[in-house]
């Protein structure tokens, strides 16, 4: 049976619905990269990220913004798209560091990823090796724009052009005998 | 029908509605005094609210069987009916007073309901930190539950009665409170209070930076949500049950929420200052104190 929503009721409750969103980021950090160690900072005392809402998740599962900090070796990224994979719609990337635009230091590495956004679907890159905690909280209010005009549509893009992105994960990872999760 | 069954039905739809206000409010402010104390500023007080209609309005929530279906409404329908069965306000036609002959009785075996709901629940997702937690969980509770119900059997031979309502009709007046009249049944109750909200250093259950939440590590969205609904309601109705024992109940809301508030702050500010105890030594303490001084309340109602 279709249910059909009231357009304007239908309004309200996406506008509440996008505002908690916003305000509350839970953090999968996944720290392989330099970038982790800009993190912590970032969480504690000095810079206090919770005033924003922003929160660590224990599991990918409790999570909304999966965090890439730095490069990516093949051998990780594989099991970067395993918890991305785990992780619960509405769900966000935040590419961390110039390696996730272009490899940065790493450009010419047989073994570094250049560009994340080939693998997974990135929302918003912060620049700079590494950036500081004060970039990193400027890259989240940026995440929380965007959410806020309802362009984070990065799970939906995954979903869509999913088999894009698998043949660019597979040309890149030779030994592939990952599980197909029904997320 | 006559108007007191419209209040009692009025009664029954707001009193979870408020215990769950006033919970997540408390769960806010938590977070905040925390944050003081970590020399941070902290979220909003609203914050928890925030985090719960996010959750709610996920859009997927894998799950992993019928039983973890289940794990989080059992656990909701264990705090509903126990805050049921407890009652909020002295004398009130509005508020719930479900209260009857063994009400602390029934309510020992149904505050154990949710915890044993979420096991299973947590037991089919074959996460092995999930496995860990249920198993710490239920050892920690073998460890508080006895001087709890030491210092509850103890009330209940001093007064003669299983009824939480006759226990608030003791206590007229300040220097009747339970408190003053048991102090030792207060204490050993209260350090198993500590073990029951799970407040550091009896964190053991859920321990994020050791077993990843543990029971609810594989629970996302609305599972999620559930779970910190039902927490929530389920914090009230402890303190709510804590303060009619022991601190006289109360006869309107602005009182039990500065009573239940205080009460709350014991077991925050032990947490906020201390590290966490490993799983054997928490129940070693629990059966070492706490369990001491249960049967000195006890010795001193019967000898």
């Given at each position: 049976m279709e249910v059909s929503y009231d357009k304007e009721s239908r309004k309200i409750v996406q506008a509440i619905e996008r505002f908690a969103r916003k305000h509350s980021l839970w953090v999968l950090a996944y720290g392989?990269?330099?970038?982790?160690?800009?993190v912590p900072p970032t969480m504690t005392?000095?810079?206090?990220?919770?005033?924003?809402?922003i929160r660590g998740a224990a599991t990918p599962r409790q999570a909304d913004v999966l965090l890439i900090t730095g490069y990516l070796s093949v051998k990780t990224l594989k099991r970067v798209i395993r918890t991305y994979e785990q992780m619960q719609d509405p769900k966000y990337v935040i590419g961390f560091g110039s390696c996730t635009i272009?490899?940065?230091?790493?450009?010419?590495?047989?073994?570094?990823?250049?560009?994340?956004d080939m693998y997974i679907p990135v929302d918003v890159y912060i620049n700079g090796c590494m950036p500081r905690p004060e970039a990193v909280i400027s890259g989240f209010i940026e995440l929380q724009k965007v959410i806020a005009e309802g362009k984070a549509e990065g799970a939906r893009k995954y979903k869509e052009n999913l088999d894009w992105y698998r043949a660019n994960q597979q040309k890149i990872i030779h030994n592939w005998n990952m599980p197909d999760y029904n997320w | 029908m006559d108007s007191s069954t419209w209040l009692k039905i009025l009664g029954y739809i707001i009193t979870p509605i408020t215990a769950f206000v006033v919970g997540v409010t408390y769960g806010g402010i938590v977070r905040v005094i925390t944050a003081r104390v970590q020399n941070r500023f902290g979220p909003p007080i609203t914050q928890n609210f925030w985090d719960i209609i996010k959750l709610y309005s996920k859009k997927t929530a894998v799950h992993h069987g019928l039983m973890q279906h289940w794990g989080p409404v059992f656990a909701i329908t264990a705090s509903v009916t126990s805050l049921f069965f407890i009652?909020?306000?002295?004398?009130?036609?509005?508020?719930?007073?479900?209260?009857?002959?063994?009400d602390i009785i029934f309510l020992l075996y149904m505050m154990v309901f949710g915890s044993l709901g979420m096991a299973l629940g947590a037991g089919q997702t074959g996460n092995p930190n999930s496995a860990i937690g249920v198993a710490r969980g239920l050892a920690l509770m073998v460890g508080y539950e006895v001087p709890f119900v030491l210092a509850l059997v103890a009330i209940m031979i001093q007064?003669?009665?299983?009824s939480i309502a006759e226990l608030m009709a003791v206590q007229?007046?300040?220097?009747?409170?339970l408190i003053f009249q048991s102090p030792f049944a207060f204490i050993a109750a209260i350090l198993a209070f500590l073990g029951m909200m799970?407040?550091?250093?009896?964190?053991?259950?859920?321990?994020p930076a050791e077993i990843a939440s543990g029971p609810a590590s594989e629970f996302g969205g609305k599972y999620l949500a559930l779970m910190q609904t039902s927490g929530s309601i389920f914090t009230f109705a402890k303190l709510v049950l804590f303060t009619d024992i022991?601190?006289?109940?109360?006869?309107?809301l602005v009182t039990l929420i500065v009573k239940t508030f205080l009460l709350y702050m014991i077991p925050v500010l032990t947490g906020i200052v201390n590290p966490r105890y490993r799983t054997e030594q928490a129940i070693t303490f629990f059966w070492k104190w706490p369990t001491v001084f249960g049967i000195i309340a006890i010795l001193i109602v019967v000898l």
């Open positions: 392989t990269g330099c970038g982790a160690i800009e005392s000095r810079y206090d990220a919770e005033r924003f809402g272009n490899g940065g230091m790493y450009w010419d590495s047989y073994n570094t990823i250049k560009l994340l | 009652p909020v306000l002295k004398d009130s036609p509005l508020w719930l007073n479900n209260s009857f002959n063994g007064f003669k009665t299983t007229d007046g300040f220097s009747n409170w799970h407040y550091a250093p009896f964190d053991v259950t859920f321990a022991f601190l006289g109940g109360a006869g309107d």
